[in-house]
């Protein structure tokens, strides 16, 4: 992706930041449970996050006792999520992209960033991680993939011509992959750009996990996510809409969105 296409895609989310708060999907507590176990994380240890959002991953590492610096780009993001973690002590969050943040010398023994590296400049981004890291420190990738299960009803089946009605030939529509498949892809750090030789062997855990929603609902989730954003306006509400209403007719006002968390950690490279 190209940088400039990366920035503004990036900024898509600080436009609702309220909404992404309330629609997007958390990460389970198992996820941080194996991060803790694999790390060695406790309550001395210091924690970056980039790319914090409105704090959703925040809380749970701030839960877990130890320091957490969390840098989000999004002024709008970040006021929100100082204002859900105000009752945290051990959090400090930075309006900042990663690639231009002060770190003013501090050093990490985690870093993570919870469905947001992909946003950051790898030519960048990696360099920063390592460097940013106490030897032996630890980078964790967090994601939600969306997936479907055969035989389940399953909303972009169901809407396929309302999208090519109203948004033709997006390459964006399809179905989610199937479940079984994105199991299979347990090895190394996912769609992003790999680091080279900065970071050891990755580790890779799989956490199933589902929302339910009604068709108003399911159309707010689609209206905080980037590809349903990034249309204009006059597009983008008239077919959610139209597949809210198609939900509350046909499915039983009813759907489900199922995910698989996952969560990719590897050792910083000496």
């Given at each position: 992706?190209?940088?400039?296409d990366r920035?503004?895609?990036?900024?898509?989310f600080?436009?609702v930041?309220?909404?992404?708060?309330r629609?997007?999907?958390?990460?389970?507590?198992?996820?941080?449970a194996?991060?803790?176990?694999?790390?060695?994380m406790?309550k001395?240890s210091?924690v970056l996050?980039?790319?914090?959002?409105t704090?959703?991953?925040?809380?749970?590492?701030a839960?877990?006792?130890?320091s957490?610096?969390?840098?989000?780009?999004?002024a709008g993001?970040?006021a929100?999520a100082r204002?859900?973690?105000?009752t945290f002590?051990?959090?400090?969050?930075e309006t900042?992209t990663?690639?231009?943040?002060?770190d003013d010398?501090r050093?990490?023994?985690?870093m993570?960033a919870?469905?947001?590296?992909?946003?950051?400049?790898?030519?960048?981004?990696?360099r920063r991680a390592h460097?940013v890291?106490?030897p032996g420190g630890?980078?964790?990738l967090l994601?939600?993939?969306?997936?479907?299960?055969?035989?389940?009803p399953e909303v972009y089946a169901?809407?396929?011509?309302?999208h090519?009605?109203?948004?033709?030939?997006?390459?964006g529509w399809?179905?989610?992959?199937l479940e079984g498949?994105?199991?299979t892809?347990?090895?190394g750090?996912?769609l992003?750009d790999d680091?080279?030789?900065?970071?050891?062997?990755?580790?890779?855990?799989?956490?199933?996990t589902?929302?339910?929603?009604n068709?108003?609902?399911?159309?707010?989730?689609?209206?905080?996510?980037s590809?349903?954003?990034r249309l204009?306006?006059d597009?983008?509400?008239p077919?959610?809409d139209?597949?809210a209403?198609?939900?509350?007719t046909?499915?039983?006002d009813?759907v489900?969105?199922r995910y698989?968390?996952?969560l990719?950690?590897?050792?910083?490279a000496?």
């Amino acid at each position: 992706m190209a940088e400039a296409d990366r920035r503004d895609l990036g900024r898509v989310f600080n436009e609702v930041p309220e909404l992404y708060d309330r629609v997007r999907p958390s990460y389970p507590d198992e996820l941080f449970a194996d991060l803790v176990t694999i790390t060695g994380m406790d309550k001395r240890s210091s924690v970056l996050e980039v790319g914090c959002g409105t704090g959703q991953a925040t809380r749970s590492l701030a839960a877990l006792g130890c320091s957490v610096t969390a840098v989000e780009p999004g002024a709008g993001m970040a006021a929100l999520a100082r204002q859900r973690l105000a009752t945290f002590g051990n959090v400090d969050v930075e309006t900042s992209t990663f690639e231009t943040w002060d770190d003013d010398g501090r050093r990490f023994d985690v870093m993570v960033a919870a469905s947001a590296w992909h946003w950051v400049d790898p030519s960048i981004g990696w360099r920063r991680a390592h460097d940013v890291l106490y030897p032996g420190g630890w980078m964790a990738l967090l994601g939600n993939v969306v997936v479907r299960r055969p035989g389940e009803p399953e909303v972009y089946a169901e809407t396929a011509d309302l999208h090519e009605r109203f948004s033709p030939g997006n390459p964006g529509w399809g179905h989610p992959p199937l479940e079984g498949d994105v199991r299979t892809t347990d090895e190394g750090w996912g769609l992003v750009d790999d680091p080279g030789g900065l970071f050891g062997p990755t580790i890779v855990r799989w956490y199933p996990t589902v929302q339910w929603f009604n068709g108003d609902g399911f159309a707010d989730l689609l209206r905080s996510t980037s590809l349903y954003r990034r249309l204009d306006r006059d597009v983008r509400e008239p077919l959610l809409d139209a597949i809210a209403e198609r939900i509350r007719t046909r499915i039983g006002d009813r759907v489900s969105r199922r995910y698989l968390s996952v969560l990719r950690v590897g050792q910083r490279a000496e």
